[in-house]
């Protein structure tokens, strides 16, 4: 009797330890799942809250984001919204961000309002590609934390994997706290992400909806052509 109960202790532990994941582990798991979709689709949403110095901003910024992976290349379509709030300073853009497989084109179309005074802007940013900022696969973004797996939650009516990060760098400790994470268990995509600030006050919430998977997108969204007389500022030919 006493053999089995030892056997079973040391089966159960076993068990134990053989089903327990790490943060790295989830990691890995979501870039996996995530690299398997051919085309992406989802709405964003992002609200944040700045306080310094006795004085605050509020940024809400939606976006409508698309991913297609052809070849080992991720193209992107972005359109985005965003509006700030600074008191005497206001500001308020629409935004297009195409990948095109070569370089990002970023269309950016601004007023930002001084004491009543409107200054209005619109230029095009060309740029190199970074596959690892692009790519929705990527984990490089979580390189700069320290990763702790919480217990899973089901959010939205989805199971997901929650996991913590807090800031490596004393600078940007500083300046940010934790930063929780929501990611869908069976796509690997993210549902909701939350920052804090380093006293612990929440500071901005993005929510992921409207998730569409290997649906058909028109090569054309991920084709750019710079509006007729507006500034593009070529980024390609700075940094050697």
Not at 14 to 26: N, P, S
Not at 187 to 209: D, N, R
Request: glycine share 6%.
């Amino acid at each position: 009797m006493r053999k089995y109960l030892l056997a079973s202790t040391v089966l159960l532990m076993t068990c134990q330890f053989a089903v327990a994941e790490t943060a790295d582990d989830v990691m890995k798991k979501i870039a996996e799942r995530t690299k398997k979709h051919k085309t992406i689709q989802y709405k964003m949403k992002q609200n944040s809250k700045i306080e310094q110095m006795g004085q605050g901003s509020t940024t809400e910024t939606v976006g409508d984001y698309k991913y297609l992976r052809k070849d080992d290349k991720v193209y992107v379509h972005a359109d985005m919204t965003t509006k700030m709030d600074a008191g005497m300073m206001k500001s308020s853009s629409k935004s297009k961000m195409v990948v095109d497989g070569e370089f990002m084109w970023v269309h950016t179309d601004s007023i930002t309002e001084v004491n009543g005074q409107k200054m209005p802007q619109e230029s095009v940013m060309k740029n190199k590609i970074s596959d690892k900022l692009l790519d929705p696969a990527s984990m490089d973004g979580m390189k700069n934390y320290n990763l702790k797996l919480l217990p899973e939650e089901k959010i939205d009516g989805k199971d997901a994997w929650v996991i913590e990060g807090t800031p490596k760098d004393a600078t940007m400790k500083s300046q940010q706290g934790r930063m929780v994470s929501w990611f869908d268990k069976k796509t690997g995509l993210p549902i909701k992400m939350v920052g804090y600030t380093p006293a612990g006050k929440e500071m901005s919430t993005t929510t992921f909806s409207e998730v569409k998977i290997d649906e058909k997108l028109s090569p054309e969204l991920f084709t750019f052509t710079p509006p007729a007389g507006v500034q593009v500022m070529d980024m390609t030919k700075m940094g050697g």
